[in-house]
């Protein structure tokens, strides 16, 4: 028995001084983490999904995907997909130059000030000013398929998500996907495309601004036909309801 | 007297010969399109269109019958669409083509994004010698189509596409800005509306639309949103209030005149009644036809070009089905300052023409761009949406006459919120506005979207409104889009004009030598006279 407690004893002080020198990062599969310890002055999730809208909001945060860089009138802007170890910011429209956005690679840390605001049920962080930090996290997609029919999708709004084993269904005029929602566009819009699963049908889109014509899931897309069971990985954007942006469909 | 015979005739010989030297080049500089002698039936001509659709199929197929009937009457000419859904993009793939020479031959387009295409040296043709030309030109005798004459163009619309008095585009479709009223609402409130709407009255009934219920819900809807007025554009928010309040925007020369007190007054009006969660705009908070349907709005203004999504029976939704509220829509006006002398904005797309080198390749895209202004079209096209055809012909049409005594027989075609979006548009012609278009009229509209913009925002983020703010969002706005260097560079300065040709200041300089010349030998002459006396 006391050698049990020894043993016992020793797991633990070896565990928590695995967590001092790890400090609070939570670690991933593939070795990137994300740091769970705050900076001064910055919210944790929890504190940032409590506050209200339209108040200043400073997160730590770490880049997932970067949705295209343009320029309005002297100034550039992108929209990134962000997160960290407990969710996501969707940062719109942030100002950054066209050096800065070329730095802001995939997994790159950043501290954002901006206001905390919603447009048409997505919330986001606007007018927003950022310090690329030291860190580097990529998120792994968490599998929400059996969330995608259940009031607590929400959640998980702007997370890098997957969906499994769904059914490409027809669209409207027959086929498996559509150029822009009611195929009025052409060839580098948005493609819109029916999936289901247990007998519900959800539209899901490839957002030309963050995965172009020329990439791999716009062809995928493109290619897919009616009745294929599909994969799925994107970021759970949301516009008068769930409209996932999807970045990555691997036909079963 | 012999001699004095034959100065005068060097003098005017050489006064003659400059225009001839400089003329040919001069004519090409100052046009860049030569009309050709006709269209070449044995060659064929490739011409690129691009077009926008407000993400409406309809129009795409319209688009699409358009070419192919097209090119059924012209089969040595091949057209090809390129669709967008969005006038900036349009505006900024134009601007990045025209750097490389590899603009499209036919293009739907603004005309304050015509001025900055303009800058460019013959980038666009001006259309009056085309529109004019008896054989090719509006209803022209070799014209393969039924085309409308200039005066059957609504002159209003075809004004509009004047800049530097030349014609720079044909119009293609108009819209206006409509309220979109929730009667129901209205009614509940203790309200009913007036013929004509005031922003007072807006203002009222919207902030009477904020009294909830101890549960927290608003009293109006029994719901936990309520966002009584939401404006779709508010730079042409903005703009309307001051056209209607008589007060300074910019002129014809390109001066702006904006950043006035009744801008700060109007700027004042927009943060009260923000601050009451009373108003809202589309950037804020989203399409206003969303909260519109679903109940959570009473009074939304949009384009009379998106009366399709308006209204419980709305044939066009982003929301869905279960969140559609049940309700009568009507279709006013935007509100007023003064009923009497009412204003609203004319808006919708123009197709203008880029200049090439083949001659015969401008007249191909010229009869192209005509097409699309013809019956079929127009009422064709016009139908999708809250939109008005360009021409009186096809306005009078009996056919255009019967789609509109149809209104309501569907929720598709005859669409009764549609039709009255373009009855009202029909109806106040001639209370429709344009502002002044110069290079630079795109970055002020821009302008005064974000002072509203800002002011909303600023007040729900709870910052003080007063002077001092309003001091320095009129020095930011000024220099973020560049106005305070505008006035210098305006529509008639030298700085947008650019320093004369070379052949213009032969020509001016020659004219004034052999003026200094003729002078001098009248004075020499008149010198030795009264020495001779």
């Not at chain 2, 007040?459 to 930011?476: A, M, P, S, V």
């Amino acid at each position: 028995m006391k050698r049990t407690a020894k043993i016992v004893l020793s797991v633990m002080l070896v565990a928590a001084m695995a967590l001092s020198v790890f400090g609070c990062k939570k670690a991933t599969a593939d070795g990137n983490s994300a740091d769970t310890k705050k900076g001064e002055g910055v919210m944790t999730y929890a504190e940032y999904s409590a506050a209200a809208l339209d108040t200043e909001v400073t997160v730590e945060t770490y880049i997932q995907a970067k949705q295209g860089w343009w320029e309005n009138n002297g100034v550039g802007n992108a929209t990134f997909y962000t997160q960290d170890a407990d969710g996501a910011y969707f940062l719109y429209n942030m100002p950054c130059t066209s050096e800065e956005y070329d730095k802001l690679d995939i997994g790159t840390k950043i501290k954002v000030t901006g206001y905390k605001s919603e447009w048409s049920g997505e919330v986001e962080i606007v007018d927003a000013t950022f310090v690329i930090e030291d860190g580097h996290y990529v998120a792994k997609p968490l599998d929400i398929t059996d969330k995608l029919a259940s009031a607590d999708l929400i959640n998980y709004q702007n997370m890098y998500v997957s969906f499994k084993g769904m059914t490409v269904e027809a669209a409207a005029d027959g086929s498996a996907f559509l150029y822009s929602w009611d195929g009025s566009g052409s060839q580098g819009d948005d493609l819109y495309f029916n999936v289901s699963l247990n007998g519900q049908t959800y539209t899901f889109t490839v957002e030309s601004y963050l995965t172009g014509s020329d990439t791999a899931v716009y062809k995928t897309v493109e290619g897919l036909k009616v009745g294929d069971t599909v994969d799925m990985d994107g970021f759970l954007y949301w516009y008068e309801g769930a409209n996932p942006h999807i970045t990555n469909v691997i036909v079963k | 007297m012999k001699k004095l015979a034959k100065v005068l005739s060097a003098c005017l010989s050489f006064m003659l010969i400059i225009p001839m030297i400089t003329g040919c080049h001069g004519k090409k500089s100052s046009a860049g399109f030569t009309m050709p002698e006709g269209l070449d039936p044995s060659k064929t001509y490739e011409i690129v269109f691009w077009a926008k659709n407000d993400t409406n199929i309809t129009q795409t197929r319209i688009y699409n019958q358009a070419i192919e009937d097209f090119e059924k009457l012209y089969p040595n000419i091949k057209v090809n669409i390129r669709l967008y859904t969005d006038y900036n993009k349009i505006y900024n793939d134009v601007i990045t083509n025209i750097a490389t020479g590899t603009t499209p031959n036919v293009c739907i387009t603004y005309p304050d994004h015509i001025a900055t295409y303009k800058t460019g040296n013959n980038v666009v043709v001006p259309l009056d010698e085309l529109i004019d030309d008896p054989r090719y030109g509006l209803g022209g005798s070799e014209v393969k189509f039924d085309s409308p004459s200039s005066d059957e163009v609504i002159p209003e619309y075809l004004n509009e596409c004047v800049l530097d008095d030349s014609i720079y585009a044909l119009p293609y479709m108009r819209s206006t800005e409509a309220c979109y009223v929730n009667k129901d609402y209205v009614e509940a409130l203790g309200y009913e509306i007036p013929e004509t709407l005031t922003w007072d009255f807006v203002w009222e009934v919207s902030e009477k639309a904020l009294e909830k219920n101890p549960d927290g819900t608003y009293a109006v809807n029994g719901k936990d949103v309520m966002i009584p007025f939401i404006y779709k554009s508010s730079d042409n928010m903005l703009i309307t209030m001051l056209k209607q309040q008589n007060a300074g925007y910019s002129d014809d020369e390109g001066n702006i005149l904006i950043f006035n007190d009744t801008t700060k007054q109007d700027l004042m009006t927009v943060a009260e009644h923000t601050g009451t969660g009373a108003f809202s705009t589309f950037k804020i908070s989203g399409y206003p036809g969303n909260f519109f349907n679903a109940g959570e709005c009473i009074f939304a203004i949009d384009s009379t070009a998106g009366a399709t999504w308006m209204g419980s029976d709305a044939p066009l939704s982003d929301i869905d089905k279960n969140q559609i509220a049940h309700f009568t829509t009507v279709v006013k006006t935007v509100p007023q300052f003064d009923v009497d002398e009412p204003y609203m904005i004319s808006q919708g797309p123009s197709i203008c023409i880029f200049n090439k080198p083949d001659s015969g390749e401008v007249l191909a895209s010229w009869l192209f761009a005509q097409y699309m202004i013809t019956n079929d079209v127009q009422i064709s096209y016009s139908s999708t949406e809250g939109y008005v055809p360009v021409t009186s012909k096809a306005r009078e049409s009996s056919e255009y006459q019967e789609y509109l005594s149809r209104s309501g027989e569907d929720n598709s075609l005859y669409y009764s919120v549609k039709i009255d979006a373009a009855k009202l548009l029909i109806e106040n012609t001639s209370n429709t506005f344009v502002t002044p278009v110069f290079n630079g009229s795109t970055s002020l509209r821009n302008a005064a979207g974000q002072l509203i913009e800002n002011t909303a925002k600023s007040t729900r983020r709870g910052q003080t409104i007063n002077d001092e703010y309003f001091t320095k969002l009129y020095e930011d706005t000024k220099a973020l889009y560049r106005l305070d260097q505008m006035n210098s560079a305006g529509k008639n300065s030298k700085g947008e004009l650019g320093p004369l040709p070379a052949g213009s200041v032969i020509l001016l300089s020659a004219i004034g030598g052999t003026w200094i010349v003729i002078i001098a030998y009248f004075a020499v002459q008149f010198a030795k006279k009264k020495r001779a006396v």
